[in-house]
Structure formats: C-alpha cells, structure tokens
C-alpha cells in the first residue's frame, strides 16, 4: 500500500486525510482553522503537527508518497506564495509552501482549494470518466474550477474558475471581499447563508432562526439546513435564494460554456434537496442553451461534498511523486 | 491567385465579400437583411444572387475555393438547420445549408457568427498570433466566442461563447429573446443603443435623440455614436451604460477564464472610446483577477468590428475546401 497526505485549508476547518493510491480514505482529522483569531505561523504550526501525526499514524502500513495541500484564494502556483485569500482574513502574501515545508522538512504540492476539488470529483466522485465538466464549490466562500480534456483549466496566470465572483446582482448587492458587488459567492456560500439568515432575524421575518447565529458560516449553514429540513419556513427560503442564484450563475455558465456536466459540491451542497427545484427552475428560464441541449446538459450534486479537496489534494502528491 | 466567398447573414445587413487566400478583401457588398419584411426564403434568394454574381465577378482572375456563411442564432452544425435566432424574427428551424446549396449548386460552409468573427479577427485581426482569446461581437445582438488553442470552443452541443445572453441584471433588467432578463445584450448591442435612446427620449430626458429613432438598430448606433462624439450629453450617457454593462460582464468571463485577451468588435464597437473609460473602471473595481493579473490581461478593440465575419467565413471556406 501507498498513501499520500490531502490537507483542505478552509476557512473555518483545517482538515487532513490519509488517502490510498485506490483512492481510498484512511483517516480524516478535521480541526477548527481559528484564522481570525491566530496569526498564520500558529495556523500552520497547528497544520503541521496534524499532517506529521498522520504521516507516523500510517508509516508502518505503506509508503507515504507525497503531500498534497489545497489552500483558499489566490495562489502563485510558482512561488507557493498566497497572494491574497477571501476566506482567510489577513492572509495577504503568506509564503505557505515554503513555510510548510520549512516545519516538515518535506516537499509539498500546494494548489488552488478549487482545482484540488475538482481533480478529487474528477478521481472519485461524480466527475469520474468526464473529461469536460465545470465544478462549484459551496464552502465558507466560492470556488471553482473548469476542467477541460481531464485538466483543470488555470487559465493565463493559474487564476481561472474564481466562478463565486461572476457579478449576479452588480448594483444592489451586497459588497463583496474581492472589490465587487453581488457577487455569486454572496448568495450560495455558508457567509450568504449566515448574512441571510441574520438579515432575516434583524427584519424580525425569522425568529425561529436567531438562535443559530452562534458560530462560523459552515456552522451556521449546517444547522439552518438542519431546520429546513425539519420544515421551518424561514430556513427553506434563505435556500431557495440560494438556488435562484445558483439558477442565474449557471444560465450565465451554460451559456457561455456548454459543458455536458455541472457538479455542485462543498458543504452547503448538503442543501441539495432544498436548493435544485429553484436552481433548475431559473436554470430552465434562463439559459436557452439549457432549454436547446436537454438532457445533453447535467447539474449534479458532488458525491464528495465535504472530502474532494481531500482526496484531490491527496490525488495531486500522488502524480507529483510518481515513481 | 485563389479566392473565397465570406458571407455575413446579419440582423440588419447581409454582406458578402470575396477574399483572397492571402486574406485580402477584393470586394464587398452590402444589403438591407429586411428579415421582418420578407420571408426566409426571399432573404436566402436575395442572398444566393448576390454570392452568384460576386462569383461571377472574379472567376476570370483566380480559383474559387469555397463559400462560407455565418449565420446569428442556434445551428446545428451537422444538418446545417438554423434552430432558432433571437436577432432574425421568424427564422426557426430554417434549412440555411439545403436552401443555399440548392440554389446555389455548390457546397456551403455554415457556423454561428460569433464563431466566424471569431476566426476572422484571429486570421487577420486583433487576435493574430494569440492561441486563447475571447470575442465579444456587438452587433445586432451580441455573439461570443471563446478560442483555446486557436480553435473556438464550441462546447458540447456548439453552442458555447453564448456571452451576450450573460445574466447581467437578472432581476430588474428588461426581458431577453432568450427567455431570460437583464442579459448583456440587453444593454451593449445596437438593439440595445435603439431601447436606450427610446427610454431617454420617452422619459423628456434627450430631446436630442428623438431624430435618432427611425431606422434598423445598427442605423440608430450609429447615429447615436456621431451625435455622442460631436459632444451630446444624452447620446454620450448611453455609451456609458453600454461600457458599464461591458465591464460588469467582462469582469465575470476574466474572474472565471483568465485569459489573456478579450477582443470587442461588431459595428457598436465603432463607439470604443466613447464606452471604454467605463468599461476599465468597471472592470479594475469588480474584478480582483483583472486587478491581480495586471498587463497580462488586455482587453482590447477588435482590428475589424465590421469585416471579421466576412475573413472568417472565407477563412472557413479555405479551410474546409483545402487542397
């Protein structure tokens, strides 16, 4: 057996896995991320402990071939240096490999938290055989990733798929962190769902939801999921907004792209059931491509909403260290 | 010397060309398209006459290689059938290919316009050596392309680069041939200039333009363009929500494409100037990976916003009549 380590630097979780070459999932650590409250060298200190027990935890089992780690926000893939990170508040040029691999004393792979997702759906979820396909990721922000012909398309300078910044509602919008406003990742992340939530308490429209405020987004997002499900009407309305705009990003996509499949995964992809019958039926009035190429044109959930960073950043140590 | 026929089936203009392989135009003709007033098969008789007598024209001075079309609206590129065309009213489930071909007794090469242009601007234009590019096409509607290795992506179904029907203003915006609301072909095509122009006039806001509003839209732009540049404020202001709706719009394909050339043509490119300045500023606030990318991005005038059709479908006439 050989094994790699995946790590998903989010912006609420730190989360690290052992992961077999057959794409399977030995252990998951996950642990809070505290960004706003610790300095990034304590960040990565914590994160570096995790990833070298993990490593001990399985050196007796098999090989470890490589580790593999997918951080939000801009990258420069060449340098290893994040420029700037919307999720991680503060994080502005933070030489992450180099820091890394400093404390391990070992090379890592590090990568967009988007592309890393979309190389682990492409792997082992709902991307697996499909060489073209576009995959949203609804964390504590936006991310994406386009992968054509199997590759995930990084565009001119490693910076393509920042599909939670397609303007949606450009006037009135909320502000967004990148500079704009109304940007996707303002209606359909977990940050959309605390904001909605918490405009719905202050309103006075959503009693029921005040006690959820307590929390990061993913939290948030989780247990106001939780309460719709159980049937509480404010709950199901913030999740239709989310997918009205997910509808709207997606007309935009298909429209421009064509692409034969759509995945919707990260962890407010557990809405699923709540958001598609709004997701599709904006999709349906809005994209005449859609409308044209029927069945031709899937949106699917992702089979891995919360572990495709894991394993794709897993998947990426292992094609960087073949042999 | 060898020679190609380029015809541009456009909204308000048909145009047909012939050009050398050296990628010179030896003439040009242009006809009122008057789709709202004759029936499609008058428009393709009117047309097939004119390929004829252009042909006629030249073939006492070089080889005729071929006749290419571009054609606005959905095709299906196998069977040559116009499915449908937001900017010719009526043309639904026309046979374009079979009708030409019969009348004409020689092989026609068919694609969407915004192909077309697309590889008319990339054989002689603003696109000349650059392998990833994206065109937009203001026109009487707004076609797109997207090329990536010097080829257009056309997508699953051929249907890709549908960018003037970006939703831009899905809420409030005015209602879109496509099904949608607030596209950007609402707000940055000559049809758009047209509505524009109306609502400023109806609204008493620009009794200067109230002359403007008889014609075709691509009349009307243009008119609106000479009044803009010899200094009228209502005429200036719509060219600055056209460079707003362009910013607003490009800022999405650069956050989610990366590329590293976005070329803007049609007739309403005429007005470049005028739209720019706004189209920047939109561009530099609302997009951090245009911000981030700096000079690496360049979004820049299409070489020939009236002709690119023409190159491009002769170019296609070459390509697919080669040998």
């Given at each position: 057996m050989e094994f790699a380590i995946g790590v998903d630097l989010g912006g609420t979780n730190l989360r690290v896995a052992a992961v077999d070459d057959a794409g399977r999932l030995l252990e998951k650590r996950v642990m809070a991320t505290d960004a706003a409250s610790r300095g990034y060298p304590q960040v990565l200190d914590v994160l570096s402990d995790a990833i070298r027990l993990l490593a001990q935890a399985y050196r007796d089992r098999g090989l470890l071939r490589g580790v593999g780690v997918?951080?939000?926000?801009?990258?420069?893939?060449?340098?290893?240096?994040?420029?700037?990170?919307?999720t991680l508040p503060g994080w502005r040029d933070v030489p992450v490999r180099e820091a890394l691999e400093g404390r391990l004393g070992t090379r890592i792979i590090l990568d967009n938290d988007a592309n890393v997702a979309a190389v682990g759906e492409h792997w082992c979820g709902a991307g697996r055989g499909h060489p073209d396909l576009c995959i949203l990721t609804l964390g504590t922000g936006i991310g994406g990733a386009i992968v054509f012909g199997g590759q995930p398309w990084r565009g001119k300078s490693g910076m393509a798929g920042e599909i939670g910044h397609l303007p949606l509602r450009p006037d009135e919008g909320p502000p967004c962190a990148c500079g704009g406003r109304g940007c996707l990742q303002q209606y359909a992340s977990a940050s959309a769902v605390r904001r909605m939530v918490l405009e719905a308490v202050m309103q006075g429209r959503a009693p029921s939801l005040a006690p959820l405020l307590e929390g990061n987004p993913g939290d948030i997002?989780?247990?106001?999921?939780?309460?719709?499900?159980?049937?509480?009407?404010?709950?199901?309305?913030?999740?239709?907004?989310v997918g009205v705009a997910l509808g709207i990003a997606l007309a935009g996509l298909v429209n421009v792209l064509n692409l034969p499949l759509y995945v919707v995964g990260g962890g407010v992809s557990c809405a699923w059931d709540l958001f598609a019958p709004a997701l599709f039926a904006e999709l349906r009035r809005r994209s005449f491509v859609y409308a044209a190429t029927g069945d031709t044109t899937r949106v699917v959930r992702a089979e891995m909403p919360h572990d495709a960073g894991l394993y794709g950043a897993a998947?990426?140590?292992?094609?960087?260290n073949a042999g």
């Open positions: 997918g951080v939000p926000g801009i990258l420069d893939a060449r340098t290893g240096i994040l420029r700037d990170s919307p997002a989780l247990r106001t999921w939780e309460l719709a499900t159980a049937g509480d009407a404010p709950a199901c309305e913030v999740f239709r907004q998947r990426l140590a292992f094609l960087n």
